[in-house]
């Protein structure tokens, strides 16, 4: 799982929460780690920030879903705001899901549970 978040405690806190739950986590530093990550080591799911220097969280989505072997990954973006223009216009660019920041991280479980039933055997 791909995790990119350029906030230290939240990129932990999310590692941490996730690794807790038996997954096994690529953390980035920003969008363009995140992306360099996912090219090299691959991965079945990404959480994303949306605010991230080196590439937002919209513009490594919009890579993602360019590329052959990644456009069907399921993405989870975290926002700080629910603001629905910004949600709108994530969901147009192939975002899954949203979620906003500060959350529980037993949401955190239950939306990337959610989407994981999306992806495809392979
Ligand atoms: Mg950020």
Redesign the pocket.
């Known amino acids: 799982m791909l995790v990119a ?3 230290a405690m ?1 990129r932990e806190m999310i590692t941490a929460v996730l690794e807790g739950a038996g997954y096994k986590v690529l953390a980035a530093l920003d969008g363009q780690e995140g992306w360099d990550l996912l090219r090299k080591q691959g991965a079945d799911l990404a959480v994303l ?4 220097p080196r590439k937002n969280g919209l513009e490594l989505t919009r890579l993602i879903r360019a590329s052959d072997k990644y456009k069907d990954l399921p993405v989870l973006m975290l926002t ?1 705001r629910a603001l629905v223009e910004e949600q709108i216009s994530g969901y147009e660019r192939g975002a899954d899901d949203y979620l906003t920041k500060p959350f529980d991280p037993k949401m955190l479980i239950a939306r990337v549970r959610v989407l994981e039933r999306r992806i495809l055997p392979k």
């Open positions: 978040d350029d906030d939240f920030d949306l605010n991230m700080i």
